[in-house]
Each structure stands twice: as C-alpha cells, then as structure tokens.
C-alpha cells in the first residue's frame, strides 16, 4: 500500500502553495467566493472566542464541564462549510465550529456542559442544520450515522444525480474512536451496503492522555483502507484543505460512489476537557509546533495576501466579543429544568412506571411546602 | 382480563379464521403482516435473509419483501443495532434478529447506551420505534451462550420496554404491537416454544402488549412465569390438581412494564405466590415481583414469595441443562412449601 501524502493548500506561513496531492481536489476551491472565505475566518474566530468564553464560564462554576474545541476550527468549519443543507452531520462532543456552520443556537452546548440536559436540540428542526445530537460514547455515533445513510439510500436520496436531491451523511470522530469497535463496525457496514458515508477524523493527537501512537502503528487513514473505504490524510489546519477534499467525498458519496474517510491532521491545544491537565502528559514544545500552525493565523495571513484588511479583523474581533457577550449573559440566566421533566421523555408512549414515580415525586416534594407553610 | 386456557384449542378452534401453528409460523406470519402494512418495516440480522434465519423465522421474508427490508446484514451485533438506530432516526422501524440469546453482548452498549437512552436524550423530539428479537432460554440442547435468560438486564434498563409470548397467538399479535410501538422493545421468543402447535386467531385482537394476564384460574396458589416457563406452569398446575391444590397461573407477557394488577388481584385472592424463571435468581425479574408484591399484598399474603428459577451458576452444558432449568417439580417443591405456611 502506498502512503499518501498529505493534502495541503495553504503553507503554514499562509501562502497558497497546493502540494501535489492536493492538486486533484483544486477545482474544489473555485466554488468559493471572497465571502465565503471571509465566513471561513468570521466562524472560526467566532467559535474560538465562544470556546474561551466557554471555558472561562465553566471556571466560574457555571458549568460542570467544557469541551474546548481551540485549535481544531480549520478541519471543523471547512469540512462543515463542504455540507450542502439537505446533508446531515452526526458530531461527536467537540464540534462546536460544525454546529455553529449549520445554525443551532450555541447555548445548547452550554446546557447539555452545565448539566441541564442530555443534549436536546432537535435535528429535524430545520434551524438545526441537520446537525444530530452530542454523542458522548467514543464512536458509538459512527453506526448511527451509517444506519442514517443507510436511510437515505432507501429514500432514493442518493446517486439520482439530481444534486438537489441527493444528499450524504459526514461523522465526526476523534483518534481515539478510531481504536473503538463500533467505529470498525461502522466502516464495515458502510463498505458493505456503500453507503453514503463520509467519516472525517480529527486526529488531534490525543486521546486524553494517550498519544496516537499508542491506538496505532499505522497512519490512522490507512485504517479503513483494509475495510475497502478510500482515504486521504489532509492537514486539518488548512480550512482549505478540510473544504476542498471533504467537499469532493461529500459529492463522490452522494452520488452512489460509497463511503470515504479523511484523516484530518490537527491538534488540541487546550485540554481535553476542564477536568483534564494536560501539562502531566504534553511536552510544551510540542504545542509550541502546533501553535505555529494554527488555522485562523495561518489563514489571517492568507486573507491579507488576498488584500483583506483591518477593518474586517477588526469587524470580526467585534461580533466575536459580542457573540460571547450573549453566550454568558444567556447562561447566567439558565434555570434548572423542572423535576418532573426527567420522567417526560424516557419513552415516547405513556409508560406506568413514569407516570407512577413522577406523581410520587411531586406528592413527596410538597409535602415539604405544606410542613413550612 | 379475559380467561384463556391456551392448551385448550377446543376454545376457538371452531372458528375457520383460527389455525394450528407453531409459534416460529405465528412470528413468521406476524412480521409479514407488519412488512406489508407499512413500508418502513425492515428485519436486520444474520443469516436471516436467504436461510430464513436459524431458527426459520424469516423464512421466505427476503424473498417476498426484498432484499433491501430483509437485510442479511455483517456479523457484528453492535453494528446491526447501532445501525437500526439510524434508520429509526431516519423514520424507519427496524425488527433486529439477535441470533441466540448468549450473543446479545456485543450489542449491549448500543442498546442500553444508546436505543434506550436517545429519545431521554433528544427531550422527546424523536422515537426510537426499533424491535429487537432475541431468541432465548434452554430445553434446547445447545453449546454455552446458545440457551441463556439475559432478560433482566434489559428490564433493569429505563427507555426499554420487554416482552416474551408463551403461546402462538400472543407471539403473531405481539409481534405487531411491538413494531408499532414508538419505543424500543426487547422481543424474547422461547425457543423451546418455537416447534409446539397452539391456535393462532387471525380475527382477534391483540391483548395489549404489556397486560399480564390469567391463564388458568385456581384457588390455592398463584404461579407466574412467562415465556417457555409458562407451559412448565401448566404441567405444575396439572399435577397440583390431581393432589388437590388449585393453582392459578398468570402468563406474565411484559416483563417491563410490569402489569401488576392481575398479579395483585390473585395474590389478593390465593395469599400465596411462587415466581418462576429459567434466568438466574439473584437480581432477576422474579425478585422484583416478590419484593412488589410483598408491599402491595403484604396482608394478604399467607406465606413468603417464593422464587423457582436457574441456579446462580452459568448455564451448564447441555447434558446438566434439565438439572438446571427448573421443571414442574421444582415448581411443585415451592408450592408445597408455601402451602406448608
């Protein structure tokens, strides 16, 4: 098997200087106009900001956990902005940029964090982009998504070569996952039924505490290979590399050609979540590299060559600050949900079990208010 | 709740709409029916396609339906599950064949984690109608993992609802409910029972799919089991009344949601209840209904609640199973000591 080399458009200096591999996913680019790439940059910005607010919210015990996403903004909004509307997206946990591409209201990241709920947006809203839910069990989300594919296949949504019509599944999963038996079982049902799948892994390097070279002696993309899924390993810090190459699975998915598998190589420069140190196991220098690459200086830098100026940065800075304004004020806000909910929506049709508990709970809670009153 | 004695067809046997059939034709006949009334019903497993499943219960469904509703899918339970709960985010129903009881395992995260957790976890903004079928229990002979009760776990779990037929007619109507259901169920078909003849009425309907209910009214003692266990009653019941003890037996049918009303009304009438289950005892569903009905029928209980049920080892191999599996004798031996009180 011979090692592909890794798709990249913009250097890490922020020049346009397409590798070899990235030539055949080229033409991808032209479908970009200036505003998409000064979206491109605003979402990046914005959800690296809503992270760090996020993340400060948390340390004020308005949460009981954050997943920070920073560092990680180039494979997210480029693969996302690769989505058409009719696609649907299933995240893991830290594709915070994904569902702010596709239109959820970021606050229901921070209830699912604060412990107000299990997740709970809807993705059969058509505010919601599509976007499915949180999935916290590593990789588990991975046969859903195929299983969702394997829907669309029965709804003749795929290969009519009516682009209008057709439509692919994109799941997100981690290096980690991809040590996970459903996500091995996801690459084979998908190959058998070929499905329009395409798997975007953010290898961020690690899993917790572990290094990638612990979960593999392989290249992680070389993995679903042996599954008769196609890859390709791109540098997940080039937003343009994420869109082009996931914009061409996406198509090739579709329409009838099955499922793909990007590696996405990125790095998580905070921790894996607020309850993590990562210092107890990371090597400062080697953040230091990965800081050195980081997606929206990188790609700052390209915008400017491109004649960009202040006043958009600066415009941009602006919405981020008041994008995260309304994110705490919003939190600061959130009350607890009512106690009977936790019995309203563990079955779909009335069960006598729920019905039985929450009017004991609601007879034994206020007989506390009548012993005040 | 209706009085019926299954393994009496003269019952209903006059009626031309009613035949014999063993309990694996009922289930055959039962998702057929379901496949035809609505195009979003699939079967996913292994080996269910072209061979018609081991135990034949899909027999000719692939070829009838097609290739695309009777899927033989890879051998990966987590993957068959995982893969039904996209599909029903899809809007599709899916019926999953579990091959043998003993191989559920490499599925229990999807199930438990997930198929039970996600409408909770949606906050009700979409179902999880996905039926999964498990064929379960001994008396069959088998190599370890082929004849096990795993049923409790299941019922432990909050999002499933559980479900085992004892007779052909509850399993073809069953069937049916449990696929038009919005919420998962777990589906366990009594092996044993798969061969045995009872009548199935294609005019009846259905009983609702969680009541439990009294299949042969006694006096002096209330047994209950469900699945295979429920047949092992009725001999017990047989026995019991050539040596002058009534027996009234209640077939359980939902092990989750529990129907606890005709449990409690017959407790209330005999004062005295033995529970009986091939599953292991400890932590098992027959302890959940003693220590139940202990607080709903605590003065009218005239002896404690007795549990028959599989010893607390691993299912032995097969030439130990009927040693193992509790017969109408080791039912007898509680009801005479229950009488004793």
């Known amino acids: ?373 | 709740m209706t009085t019926v004695n299954p393994s009496n067809p003269t019952t209903a046997a006059a009626a031309p709409e009613v035949q014999e059939l063993p309990m694996a034709k009922a289930l055959n006949l039962g998702l057929a029916k379901a496949l035809a009334d609505d195009p979003k019903v699939l079967l996913m497993g292994e080996d269910i396609g072209r061979l018609g499943g081991v135990f034949r219960v899909t027999e000719g469904l692939q070829a009838q339906f097609g290739a695309d509703r009777v899927v033989d899918t890879p051998l990966a339970e987590s993957g068959i599950i995982g893969t039904a709960i996209g599909l029903a985010m899809r809007g599709y129903r899916p019926v999953c064949e579990i091959q043998f009881d003993g191989f559920i395992w490499p599925g229990f995260d999807q199930i438990t984690s997930q198929l039970a957790k996600l409408t909770n976890r949606g906050g009700g903004a979409f179902s999880m109608p996905v039926v999964i079928r498990v064929p379960y229990g001994g008396h069959i002979g088998a190599v370890e993992h082929h004849q096990e009760s795993p049923e409790a776990y299941f019922a432990h779990t909050a999002g499933l609802r559980v479900v085992s037929p004892s007779t052909p007619n509850d399993a073809y109507w069953m069937m049916q409910e449990a696929i038009r259901s919005n919420d998962p169920v777990m589906f366990f078909e009594p092996k044993s029972r798969y061969w045995p003849k009872g009548p199935v009425d294609f005019t009846g309907s259905a009983a609702p799919l969680h009541a439990s209910r009294v299949v042969r009214v006694g006096t002096d003692v209330t047994v209950l089991a469900h699945g295979a266990m429920v047949s092992v009653l009725m001999q017990a019941a047989e026995i019991a009344d050539a040596e002058g003890i009534s027996l009234e037996v209640i077939d359980l049918r939902s092990i989750s949601p529990i129907d606890y009303g005709p449990i409690v009304d017959s407790v209330t009438k005999t004062g005295r209840l033995v529970v009986a289950q091939e599953a292991s005892g400890f932590v098992s569903v027959g302890s959940e209904i003693a220590a139940t009905v202990a607080e709903r029928a605590f003065y009218s209980l005239q002896a404690p609640v007795l549990r028959v049920a599989g010893f607390d080892t691993p299912f032995p191999p097969a030439k130990l199973e009927t040693v193992f599996l509790p017969d109408a004798d080791r039912v007898m031996e509680a009801v005479d000591r229950v009488m004793a009180y």
């Not at chain 1, 690459?187 to 975007?200: E, G, K, M």
């Open chain 1, 1 to 373: 098997m011979t090692e592909t080399p890794t798709v990249q458009f913009l250097s890490v200096e922020g020049e346009f200087a397409p590798t070899e591999s990235a030539e055949e996913y080229r033409s991808y680019l032209d479908r970009l106009s200036e505003t998409d790439l000064q979206e491109f940059y605003r979402k990046m910005v914005v959800v690296r900001r809503f992270d760090g607010e996020a993340t400060n919210l948390q340390r004020q015990g308005q949460m009981a956990l954050w997943v920070p996403s920073h560092g990680q903004e180039g494979a997210q909004v480029g693969s996302a902005y690769a989505a058409r509307p009719h696609d649907h997206l299933f995240p893991s946990y830290r594709e915070h940029a994904v569902g702010l591409v596709r239109g959820i209201d970021m606050l229901a990241i921070v209830e699912l964090l604060r412990g107000n709920t299990h997740g709970g947006w809807d993705p059969a809203d058509p505010t919601n982009g599509n976007f499915h839910g949180y999935c916290l069990v590593i990789g588990s989300h991975s046969l859903h998504a195929t299983g969702y594919a394997m829907g669309l296949q029965r709804d003749g949504l795929v290969g009519t070569g009516d682009p209008e019509v057709d439509a692919a599944v994109l799941c997100y999963f981690g290096d980690g996952a991809t040590s996970q038996g459903d996500v091995s079982e996801a690459f084979v049902f998908s190959a058998s039924s070929q499905t329009p799948n395409v798997f975007f892994l953010q290898n961020n390097q690690w899993a917790i505490s572990v290094p990638v070279s612990v979960q593999s002696r392989v290249p992680l993309y070389l993995r679903s290979r042996g599954f008769g899924v196609p890859s390709v390993q791109i540098d997940g810090n080039d937003v343009l590399a994420s869109y082009a190459v996931t914009a061409k699975a996406l198509d090739d998915a579709r329409g009838g050609g099955g499922p793909q598998f990007i590696e996405a190589l990125t790095y998580r420069i905070g921790a894996h979540t607020t309850s993590d140190d990562p210092t107890k196991y990371r090597e400062n220098a080697e953040q230091e590299f990965w800081v050195k690459r980081d997606p929206i200086v990188r790609f700052e830098k390209y915008l400017r060559s491109l004649g960009e100026g202040d006043a958009f940065f600066d415009g941009v800075k602006a919405e981020a600050d008041d994008f995260a304004a309304d994110i705490r004020a919003r939190t600061l806000v959130l009350e607890a949900p009512p106690i009977g909910t936790m019995f309203d929506h563990v079955y779909s049709e009335p069960h006598p079990v729920m019905t039985e508990q929450k009017l004991w709970l609601e007879r034994y809670e206020s007989s506390f208010q009548e012993e005040q009153a």
